[in-house]
């Protein structure tokens, strides 16, 4: 299972860290994303990481924002956003990958978490 959580309310150019929580399988067998789907809109690629946290990927619309980081001995997935802007507003998922590669697409991953809301007021 994935529980993500801290999403809210918070102003422009505001801050967040979400957190996403694994539980129930070997976390250090998946590479780990966070994806946004916003009202209306298609879910997004919005950060992953690699299984052993040092190599990152990021949207563009992102990069430089976001920061995304794992702790692997609490089970952890985090994304720290910086920034914010009223356009980050979406429903945030954390969602797991087994797969060998890096993938930007919802198909290539494997579980997912419930979704967190970030709000972002102008």
């Known amino acids: 299972q994935l529980q993500a959580c801290g999403g809210g309310l918070v102003p422009a150019g505001g801050s967040l860290r979400l957190s996403c929580a694994a539980s129930g399988r070997t976390f250090t067998d998946y590479r780990m994303g966070w994806f946004r789907q916003a009202p209306g809109k298609e879910r997004e690629f919005v950060a992953a990481?690699?299984?052993?946290?040092?190599?990152?990927y990021y949207a563009d619309s992102v990069k430089g924002r976001f920061t995304i980081s794992r702790d692997n001995a609490k089970n952890t997935v985090y994304l720290q956003m910086s920034s914010l802007k009223p356009e980050d507003t979406a429903v945030y998922y954390c969602?797991?990958?087994?797969?060998?590669?890096?993938?930007?697409?919802?198909?290539?991953?494997?579980?997912w978490g419930q979704g967190t809301l970030v709000t972002v007021s102008s």
């Open positions: 969602a797991a990958r087994r797969g060998v590669y890096h993938s930007t697409v919802s198909a290539g991953y494997d579980f």
């Open positions: 990481i690699n299984k052993i946290g040092d190599i990152t």
